[in-house]
């Protein structure tokens, strides 16, 4: 019996992502049944929703595709947020910003014990959430959080909904609590810290990044950073960014049971003349995915001044 379920679940998995390999569009989505209201964004419904996720991820390397569309909707996405911030070089400006956006940004303590403001969310959903994690399908408000995906069809529970305290004991708004939580090493994120040769000023911070939004996502993120003069570091574009992963696959697992193996495509993007890169490089997964499992190796390289810093080899789903 549970064999039978696990494979309906798996076929209803792989019929989702048969789904998402749609054309891709590079000017701009072509979903017009997407509004903004209170500051989120509203989907017409969950075809719309959909539809926009696809058209993300196919621009994902290309995120400024993406803000002009928020933009013409006059809207600022919790990426968008996150990224102004995190190239602010005034610490007292910075720590201002911070306090007015608190869920954009979750303090990290780095390997070198310096400090890394990460962004809480998994990439894809970050460009269409406000700088709170809300968006609205149909008559639902979602709210994204590491913790947990809250829920509500009662508009009037908005000022609840984005304080996690309180929604999560509000009977009008559901609560489901990320199952992996107490299993994840540092909470979501894994990192690693390389200085530039002779710089101790200058560096590449690579995280690998497990999101969970109801589906489990894992980003590989690559940052230059620049300590300035006060000690902070700052995003600092170099010459030449490039993040690269071989080809990989996961396996999910349930009730003890392991899926197939699934491929993960590998990637290569070079950017010149940039200072943050995200890519998403395992999306919507139903199932926790089984680490000892799976792998896919991420490389993440910095070229300035023809010095090289890179980290290797990465990997994905590291214990």
């Avoid at 991820?57 to 102004?84: A, W």
């Avoid at 980003?219 to 570091?233: L, P, V, Y």
């Avoid at 996961?250 to 003349?273: A, F, N, V």
Wanted: net charge neutral; with cysteine; proline share 4%.
């Amino acid at each position: 019996m549970k064999k039978s379920i696990f494979a309906l679940i798996l076929i209803a998995f792989t019929l989702a992502g048969c789904k998402k390999d749609i054309e891709t569009t590079q000017n701009e989505s072509e979903n017009t049944d997407i509004q903004l209201k209170n500051g989120y964004l509203v989907f017409k419904d969950s075809a719309t929703f959909n539809d926009h996720i696809n058209w993300i991820r196919q621009n994902e390397t290309n995120p400024e595709i993406i803000y002009q569309f928020n933009k013409n909707l006059g809207f600022e996405s919790f990426s968008e947020v996150y990224d102004k911030g995190m190239r602010i070089t005034d610490p007292v400006e910075f720590d201002n910003y911070r306090t007015k956006n608190p869920d954009c940004f979750k303090k990290i303590i780095l390997e070198d014990n310096s400090e890394f403001w990460e962004m809480p969310m998994s990439s894809l959903k970050s460009y269409l959430s406000d700088k709170h994690g809300v968006y609205k399908i149909k008559s639902t408000l979602f709210r994204l959080t590491e913790k947990a995906v809250f829920s509500t069809k009662d508009e009037v529970k908005f000022t609840v909904l984005i304080n996690s305290l309180l929604a999560s004991t509000d009977t009008k708004i559901k609560c489901e609590v990320n199952p992996q939580l107490s299993t994840l090493k540092d909470e979501q994120i894994s990192y690693r810290t390389v200085y530039f040769p002779g710089w101790s000023d200058r560096r590449i911070v690579a995280r690998l990044y497990h999101g969970w939004d109801g589906n489990n996502n894992y980003d590989a993120r690559t940052t230059s950073q620049q300590k300035n003069w006060t000690g902070a570091w700052v995003y600092a574009k170099i010459p030449e960014l490039i993040q690269s992963s071989k080809e990989g696959y996961y396996r999910m697992e349930w009730l003890g049971q392991l899926s197939t193996p699934i491929s993960i495509p590998p990637t290569y993007d070079r950017k010149l003349d940039h200072d943050n890169f995200r890519r998403t490089l395992v999306d919507g997964a139903v199932l926790p995915i089984s680490t000892p499992n799976s792998s896919c190796l991420v490389t993440h390289y910095g070229q300035r001044y023809g010095n090289i810093a890179q980290i290797i080899d990465n990997q994905l789903f590291a214990d």
